[in-house]
């Protein structure tokens, strides 16, 4: 493969659209997500009302990239060999004696070294994305609430209204229904919760357009949400912009399924109608599959096999299964990159919303967990007299196996020429050489040039 990748080599742009082109203000909407659910599981199904009262502290435990295991409520962080790097029991961190006696040196119990691990399934769950970490928080909490009731009886059995809350707050109608607590807010008042698309981010994808691209944006929220945020992010002509948009999309399950398994459908009044036989022309669609997406793509660019790039934020959803299934070309937007340099989160937020919103600073969800250590590597602790090694994460790992590029956000690359050449990570197998525009400093310090 090429060792240079180039946007004006692709005949086709897809984004997805919560934390890719639509950014958040994650200190606002971490407290939200998270108070979407508390207050479900508190008032509906009796959880302890402690679980409504957060400090600026307890955020400090989410961190991309923890496992939970639903079993045992142990929250884990992964070496890139599937070995446990640290844990903890709901909130609490496990010593490295209590780490050494349940988790040893093997491979995590649920550890695939293939793709296979990038499933979810019901014995565990992965937080890889902006949308999962305000849960990673509560689940932990709703753990220790659970330890102290039951003097640790195990297995858990919480997550089933997890999941409620999820369906309260998310389902298909909830936007149009005003339910729950995360779409009224947003509505009330998005400002507090949005950051809107700079100009040159918008200036960015009319140039793409201009240069004959195909734009598409395919993301999993519901067609009612994605006209409010991209209406304020991008504006009433946002439609313009993309020749598809695909909403509901389902992903992953979007690579991953047979046509048969996820058909296309239209949409009236954001209602999905009747399932498609195939995709015959570009428009605005619910659902789908990447296998009849890639037939309408054939059509409209004339080309045998269109080069497909995709940018997203979840490894889960977007960047694994849109490389692994579809062979697109993928950029991973890595917001931990934002909040890497001299330890601040570079323009978290713009000034005129700093201060604006009461309440007690809470850590940046894209920032250093001081629980958690580095997204990016970890130390192992060496035998007695030996010095500790440092060794990559598992999440670290996936970004150089799965995405063309990594960048902290799309403004980071709107001014470039379409066609730059960016270094691949596969260029030279490394770790570092597809991070635009530095690799994290924890990768460059010395220490990493001896990682395992």
């Given at each position: 493969?090429?060792?240079?990748?180039?946007?004006?080599?692709?005949?086709?742009?897809?984004?997805?659209?919560?934390?890719?082109?639509?950014?958040?203000?994650?200190?606002?909407?971490?407290?939200?997500?998270?108070?979407?659910?508390?207050?479900?599981?508190?008032?509906?199904?009796?959880?302890?009302?402690?679980?409504?009262?957060?400090?600026?502290?307890?955020?400090?435990?989410?961190?991309?990239?923890?496992?939970?295991?639903?079993?045992?409520?142990?929250?884990?962080?992964?070496?890139?060999?599937?070995?446990?790097?640290?844990?903890?029991?709901?909130?609490?961190?496990?010593?490295?004696?209590?780490?050494?006696?349940?988790?040893?040196?093997?491979?995590?119990?649920?550890?695939?070294?293939?793709?296979?691990?990038?499933?979810?399934?019901?014995?565990?769950?992965?937080?890889?994305?902006?949308?999962?970490?305000?849960?990673?928080?509560?689940?932990?909490?709703?753990?220790?609430?659970?330890?102290?009731?039951?003097?640790?009886?195990?297995?858990?059995?919480?997550?089933?209204?997890?999941?409620?809350?999820?369906?309260?707050?998310?389902?298909?109608?909830?936007?149009?229904?005003?339910?729950?607590?995360?779409?009224?807010?947003?509505?009330?008042?998005?400002?507090?919760?949005?950051?809107?698309?700079?100009?040159?981010?918008?200036?960015?994808?009319?140039?793409?357009?201009?240069?004959?691209?195909?734009?598409?944006?395919?993301?999993?929220?519901?067609?009612?949400?994605?006209?409010?945020?991209?209406?304020?992010?991008?504006?009433?002509?946002?439609?313009?912009?993309?020749?598809?948009?695909?909403?509901?999309?389902?992903?992953?399950?979007?690579?991953?399924?047979?046509?048969?398994?996820?058909?296309?459908?239209?949409?009236?009044?954001?209602?999905?109608?009747?399932?498609?036989?195939?995709?015959?022309?570009?428009?605005?669609?619910?659902?789908?599959?990447?296998?009849?997406?890639?037939?309408?793509?054939?059509?409209?660019?004339?080309?045998?096999?269109?080069?497909?790039?995709?940018?997203?934020?979840?490894?889960?959803?977007?960047?694994?299964?849109?490389?692994?299934?579809?062979?697109?070309?993928?950029?991973?937007?890595?917001?931990?990159?934002?909040?890497?340099?001299?330890?601040?989160?570079?323009?978290?937020?713009?000034?005129?919303?700093?201060?604006?919103?009461?309440?007690?600073?809470?850590?940046?969800?894209?920032?250093?967990?001081?629980?958690?250590?580095?997204?990016?590597?970890?130390?192992?602790?060496?035998?007695?007299?030996?010095?500790?090694?440092?060794?990559?994460?598992?999440?670290?790992k996936r970004i150089s196996a799965y995405s063309t590029i990594a960048?902290?956000?799309?403004?980071?690359?709107?001014?470039?020429?379409?066609?730059?050449?960016?270094?691949?990570?596969?260029?030279?197998?490394?770790?570092?050489?597809?991070?635009?525009?530095?690799?994290?400093?924890?990768?460059?310090?010395?220490?990493?040039?001896?990682?395992?």
């Open positions: 493969m090429a060792q240079h990748f180039s946007l004006a080599a692709c005949d086709v742009v897809g984004f997805d659209l919560d934390h890719t082109l639509c950014r958040y203000n994650l200190p606002e909407s971490a407290r939200l997500i998270y108070n979407s659910f508390a207050q479900f599981l508190v008032r509906e199904k009796g959880y302890d009302k402690e679980l409504l009262t957060v400090t600026p502290e307890d955020w400090d435990f989410c961190c991309k990239g923890l496992a939970l295991d639903l079993e045992d409520g142990n929250f884990i962080k992964l070496a890139d060999n599937g070995t446990v790097l640290r844990a903890s029991h709901g909130t609490k961190m496990l010593t490295p004696e209590a780490l050494e006696e349940e988790y040893g040196q093997k491979e995590w119990k649920h550890f695939l070294s293939d793709s296979g691990t990038a499933c979810r399934s019901g014995k565990y769950y992965f937080y890889d994305n902006y949308f999962d970490l305000p849960g990673a928080l509560l689940c932990a909490r709703v753990v220790d609430s659970l330890t102290k009731q039951n003097s640790g009886q195990k297995p858990f059995d919480f997550w089933k209204d997890i999941v409620a809350g999820i369906q309260h707050n998310y389902k298909m109608s909830a936007f149009k229904e005003n339910c729950g607590i995360y779409f009224p807010e947003i509505k009330r008042d998005p400002g507090r919760y949005l950051h809107t698309c700079p100009e040159s981010v918008k200036k960015w994808l009319r140039q793409l357009k201009n240069a004959g691209k195909i734009l598409m944006l395919i993301t999993s929220s519901h067609s009612d949400y994605c006209r409010l945020l991209c209406r304020y992010i991008l504006g009433n002509d946002f439609e313009d912009l993309f020749d598809i948009v695909i909403t509901n999309a389902l992903k992953p399950g979007f690579f991953s399924h047979l046509p048969s398994q996820r058909p296309f459908r239209t949409l009236e009044n954001d209602e999905e109608q009747e399932a498609l036989p195939s995709l015959d022309k570009p428009g605005w669609y619910s659902q789908g599959n990447a296998v009849h997406l890639y037939e309408l793509l054939k059509k409209m660019t004339g080309q045998p096999e269109p080069k497909v790039v995709y940018f997203g934020d979840s490894m889960h959803s977007d960047i694994f299964p849109a490389s692994h299934y579809s062979n697109w070309e993928t950029v991973l937007i890595l917001e931990e990159l934002r909040g890497d340099r001299d330890g601040k989160p570079e323009d978290a937020e713009p000034l005129e919303k700093k201060g604006k919103y009461e309440g007690p600073k809470a850590k940046p969800l894209n920032a250093l967990s001081k629980k958690w250590g580095s997204f990016f590597i970890d130390s192992v602790s060496g035998l007695e007299n030996t010095k500790d090694s440092l060794v990559y994460t598992w999440s670290c960048i902290p956000s799309i403004e980071a690359i709107a001014e470039l020429p379409l066609d730059y050449k960016f270094t691949r990570f596969s260029s030279n197998n490394s770790k570092t050489a597809g991070y635009y525009p530095n690799p994290p400093l924890v990768l460059l310090n010395d220490g990493m040039l001896t990682a395992k």
